[in-house]
Each structure stands twice: as structure tokens, then as C-alpha cells.
């Protein structure tokens, strides 16, 4: 199973972050992907790029409304060539991204059109005209307008050929919670990416899911791959290992009841801590562990919903999520957030006691 975290996008801060956490043993970094809360993701990315050998890089996460899909696939094609093939690119409906623009995340319809499109362009084929609804006349009549002598009939990428060819494609994973997205992940994504917490009840919950998605719509179950995101906190005191994740699990017990209904596996006082959650969010205290929202989360809560805990603890819960399947998980939360030297002992404590035992 492969081992990621995440990162802030600083175009020149990550070229020291990606290297160092290359030279500690991790798999992979994500950057965050939102314009108006951090600095363009691939951009920082190109620069991970030129700076490391081995580690793999993404989006945690893109979404479908702020760039085309024909946009979006040519910037990570880029990176993916910079990188000579480490690329991946994650995506999910959108939030802090859209929030900023008057926006809540994108309709189902329009994901699962976008998803396709996505693939097309990365796959390399082309995408009709006819079909790229989401550019309004208002904005841009079509080029037939132009009376030219020739235009192109259809939409595609058409410089990628070769580094594609030399690099492979990058694969696309998509950021998922409810059962309706994890069915349309399960049919157009390479990966399924499970944003359900660390709890192992709802992982299980979400593979069934997409399984079942696979298997209605005529494809092979085998042909996906599973990872989830991951809230961890390795400190020998539970109570700060706790507080490490406060902010980064706000963001993701969200995602679970941000339309006000929950899905999977949950017990009746879960489902009112993400009620509450919900109703005290504060989109300017995004992330942050001392807001309103975190303060909604209880003990109980987090070390349901979150890996937390001893170098013990965490790997039990980490080797659990392992076996039921995902070759991917995201750690977030350990130790960009604690106050004070918390921080670095978490920080060790994942490099030299949990990753070397996860894989061996």
C-alpha cells in the first residue's frame, strides 16, 4: 500500500518540503487545489517534479467547474511528463474552491459529463463539440462564426501524443463519500479515493458500493483500485495526538453531511456531531483546528472517525484499512497543525516507527 500526504502548493517552498519527504520514505505528496486559498497546484507540482527522483505527485483534489476538462488534462499531461510519469490526477466536486466563487459543488450530472470528458482527453481521443455544454454561447459563439476555411470538428489534445506514449497517462482518482459519486467514480476512475473518515465499518461500506457500481455496469470489479484519505495523529498522548487532526477531520467529516443527509455506517451519535458540525461551518476557518466546527468534534468522535493515537494505535488502524483492500491511503493531519514540539514528534513518529512497520 502506498503512503502519501499533503502539502501546501508554495512554488518555491515545496522543491525543499518534496525533497525532504522523498528522503524520509514517503510515496507521494497531494496539493491542495484551490485558487483563491493557495497558490496554483501545478505549478508547485512541476517544481516537486524537478526537485525529487521517486515521489509521486496529485491534486488533493481538482474539481470540475473552475477549469475546462480539456484545461485540466493538458495541465496534468504537463506534469506527468515533467515528472516522467508520476503524476495522478485527483478530483472531486468541489469545495473550498467553488465556495470562494459564490459556488456550492458541482451537480451529479455535470461531474459524471466532466469525468468522461476527462478520460477522453487524457486517453487521448476526442471529445465532440456538441457535447462541451459547459462553455455558454453567451461567453463564446461557436467558431463557425468565424467563417474560416478550416476549423477542428472536435475537441483534443493533440501535443500529449508522444509524452503520453513515453510516460503512460495519468491516472485519475476521484474524491468520494456519498453513494452516488462513489458509483460514478467506480465507472470512470482509475481509482476510487474514499472520503468516509479511518473508520473501517465505512471503507468497507464504500468498496461494496463501488463494487456493485462496477459489476450494474458491465465492467470488471478487479479493473479499480481503492485508497481513502485518512486523518492521523501519532502522539503518545491521546489528547494531542486528538487536537493534531481537530482541523483536518472538520473538513472531511463535512463532506459526509454537507447536504444534510449522511451515508454508511454510522452510530446516532456520529450522525449528531456531523449535524452539528454542518450547522456551526465556518468557510473562513476552513481547516483550522481551533474554529467553531472543530470545536463540534468530540473524543469519541475522532477516534472513530480519525487514526489516532501511540505508533501502535495508528498502525492497527492503518494495517485494518490496508486489508480491506486499498493500495492507497492520504495521511493528513500529523503534524503541520500541533502546537509547540507535538508536531515533530508526530512527524517522526509516522517516518520511523509506522511506515517502516506498514510495509514490512
Keep these: 500500500m502506498e503512503v502519501w500526504t499533503g502539502c501546501m502548493p508554495a512554488p518555491r ?11 524520509s520514505g514517503w510515496d507521494g505528496i497531494i496539493v491542495v487545489d484551490s485558487q483563491n486559498l493557495a497558490a496554483d497546484s501545478f505549478v508547485a507540482l512541476a517544481m516537486a517534479a524537478t526537485s525529487t527522483e521517486r515521489l509521486k505527485l496529485g491534486t488533493g483534489v481538482s474539481n470540475p467547474v473552475t477549469r475546462t476538462a480539456a484545461v485540466l488534462a493538458s495541465a ?9 510519469g508520476r503524476m495522478t490526477l ?9 465556495a470562494h466563487l459564490g459556488r456550492a459543488p458541482a451537480r451529479l450530472s455535470q461531474f459524471e459529463r466532466y469525468l468522461r470528458h476527462l478520460q477522453t482527453y487524457l486517453s487521448g481521443g476526442e471529445v465532440p463539440f456538441d457535447e ?13 462564426t468565424l467563417a474560416l476555411a478550416e476549423t477542428p470538428d472536435a475537441s483534443r489534445i493533440r501535443w500529449m501524443a508522444n509524452t503520453t506514449a513515453r510516460d503512460g497517462k495519468a491516472p485519475v482518482e476521484v474524491a468520494a463519500t456519498g453513494p452516488k459519486v462513489i458509483a460514478i467514480a467506480a465507472r470512470l476512475a482509475d481509482r ?12 468497507a461500506w464504500g468498496i461494496g458500493v463501488a463494487r456493485a457500481a462496477r459489476e450494474a455496469a458491465g465492467l470488471d470489479p478487479a479493473g479499480l483500485s481503492f485508497g481513502a484519505y485518512v486523518s492521523c495523529g501519532c502522539h503518545p498522548d491521546m ?20 447536504h444534510g443527509r449522511t451515508s454508511g455506517p454510522l452510530s446516532d451519535r456520529s450522525r449528531e456531531v456531523m449535524q452539528t458540525l454542518r450547522r456551526a461551518y465556518d468557510m473562513h476557518r476552513h481547516t483550522q483546528g481551533d474554529s467553531a466546527q472543530a470545536a463540534a468534534l468530540t473524543p469519541e468522535f475522532i477516534e472513530e472517525y480519525a487514526a489516532v493515537g501511540s505508533p501502535e494505535q495508528v498502525l492497527e488502524r492503518l494495517v485494518r484499512l490496508r486489508d480491506l483492500g486499498l493500495d492507497k491511503i492520504v495521511v493528513n493531519g500529523i503534524w503541520r497543525s500541533a502546537r509547540g514540539g507535538a508536531g515533530a ?5 509516522i517516518e520511523t516507527e509506522v511506515l517502516p512497520a506498514l510495509r514490512a
Design 13 to 23: 517552498g515545496i522543491v525543499h518540503e518534496a525533497r525532504m519527504l522523498e528522503e
Design 76 to 84: 496534468a499531461a504537463t506534469v506527468n511528463s515533467i515528472s516522467r
Design 90 to 98: 485527483g478530483i472531486g466536486r468541489g469545495d473550498s474552491a467553488l
Design 132 to 144: 462541451l455544454v459547459d462553455i455558454p454561447e453567451a461567453s463564446a459563439p461557436p467558431v463557425e
Design 192 to 203: 476510487v479515493m474514499f472520503a468516509l473518515g479511518a473508520s473501517p465499518e465505512r471503507i
Design 239 to 258: 489528547e494531542t495526538a486528538r487536537d493534531m487532526v481537530r482541523g483536518n477531520l472538520t473538513v472531511f467529516a463535512r463532506f459526509a453531511v454537507m
Design 345 to 349: 514528534v508526530a512527524r517522526e513518529l
